[in-house]
């Protein structure tokens, strides 16, 4: 996008032109964006790897049969804060967070996943399994499974009636409810833990996960005028992929 773009965009959501070429200055210095030749905006390198986890939203596979065993990081530090959310672990013990091992690949494309959010390549992951009655009862009770589900409740419910609301919306408001709503979603899809069927039944996330599908093509609708007013095609790139609002976890990253 080019800058103009940006500023125009950011108009919708009463952010200052300053603010915005600001913010572009440090996440450019970053490399969370990158410029090329004609002074138009992408996403940069080390966005890469945030980018590639926020765009498994749309799917619903990416998991496999859970055989009861664990994947467990061992001895992470705050650097590896961002990447252990993202992949849903909880801390079991100190020093010690888990997280299912039903995730295709298994440990090892999980690790290579935490080490492309930023864990340090020393950090041990490996399988745990075999773990005692109490603790294992306390491994499967790290994720609240009920707030959970009803996280997926709301945002189909929320969904629905912002999809009714849309049509009557001038076409700036459409463009910003669709862009701030769809952004919730996503985050909530993106930091899901894909638990097992075991621990959570998956039809409500399927469903949620087909309802944003169908917001997200309406949102497109909404904002198509606008990008192709700045030659920037909504087929060729995904703007509702980057979209997610900062907020806890995701501290000054953009995806």
């Known amino acids: 996008m080019p800058v103009r773009a940006l500023v125009a965009a950011g108009a919708l959501f009463d952010l200052d032109e300053n603010n915005i070429r600001?913010?572009?200055?440090?996440l450019l210095a970053n490399g969370l964006v990158a410029r090329d030749e004609r002074g138009r905006y992408r996403p940069g390198t080390r966005a890469e790897a945030v980018g590639r986890q926020v765009s498994r939203w749309r799917g619903v596979e990416g998991m496999r049969t859970w055989d009861g065993s664990w994947v467990a990081v061992v001895g992470a530090d705050r650097r590896a804060e961002r990447a252990l959310r993202f992949l849903a672990f909880r801390e079991l013990s100190p020093g010690v967070h888990v997280r299912p091992d039903n995730l295709a690949g298994g440990v090892s494309a999980v690790r290579e996943q935490l080490v492309a959010l930023g864990l340090p390549r020393e950090v041990v992951v490996a399988s745990l399994r075999d773990l005692d009655e109490p603790t294992e009862a306390r491994a499967r009770s790290l994720w609240d499974t009920d707030t959970l589900r009803a996280s997926y409740r709301d945002a189909r419910a929320r969904i629905g009636r912002s999809e009714r609301r849309l049509t009557r919306l001038t076409p700036e408001a459409a463009m910003a409810e669709?862009?701030?709503?769809?952004g919730e979603v996503i985050r909530l899809l993106?930091?899901?833990p894909r638990l097992p069927d075991a621990l959570v039944p998956p039809e409500e996330r399927v469903a949620l996960v087909e309802t944003m599908r169908r917001y997200d093509r309406l949102g497109r609708s909404c904002w198509a005028g606008f990008m192709r007013e700045f030659e920037v095609l909504p087929e060729a790139r995904a703007p509702v992929d980057v979209r997610i609002a900062e907020g806890p976890g995701l501290e000054g990253h953009i995806a």
């Open 22 to 26: 600001v913010a572009l200055a440090r």
């Open 178 to 182: 669709s862009f701030l709503l769809g």
């Open 190 to 192: 993106a930091l899901d």
